[in-house]
Nanobody
Framework: EVQLVESGGGLVQPGGSLRLSCVAS????????MKWVRQAPGKGVEWVSG????????YYADSVKGRFTISRDNAKNTLYLQLDSLKTEDTGMYYC?????RGQGTQVTVSS
């Protein structure tokens, strides 16, 4: 059974930073493309970033490019998302995902 457990969310002021983590189990993490998606209150799910299985190719939505950094540690079965220069519009629930699976999410709130 695929399990994805996100952590690292919280309340931060605009311009601040957070680092999200996602610990994966139940599948071969190192053989899979991984992604982060988010959902703002009252809005649909937005794809944020993706990373290939080796970690040497990364992809970002235009809305986060230059501010967020995705990475992975295949030895630890862990996916990361570094969020810098946060904006109020980055507020939402952040989920890591593989294929059609995603975790329970971690809340990011950007507010002064």
């Amino acid at each position: 059974e695929v399990q994805l457990v996100e952590s690292g969310g919280g309340l931060v002021q605009p311009g601040g930073s957070l680092r999200l983590s996602c610990v994966a189990s139940g599948f071969t993490f190192s053989n899979n493309f991984m992604k982060w998606v988010r959902q703002a209150p009252g809005k649909g799910v937005e794809w944020v970033s993706g990373i290939n299985k080796g970690g040497d190719s990364t992809y970002y939505a235009d809305s986060v490019k230059g501010r967020f950094t995705i990475s992975r540690d295949n030895a630890k079965n862990t996916l990361y998302l570094q969020l810098d220069s946060l904006k109020t519009e980055d507020t939402g629930m952040y989920y890591c995902g593989v294929g059609t699976n995603r975790g329970q999410g971690t809340q990011v709130t950007v507010s002064s």
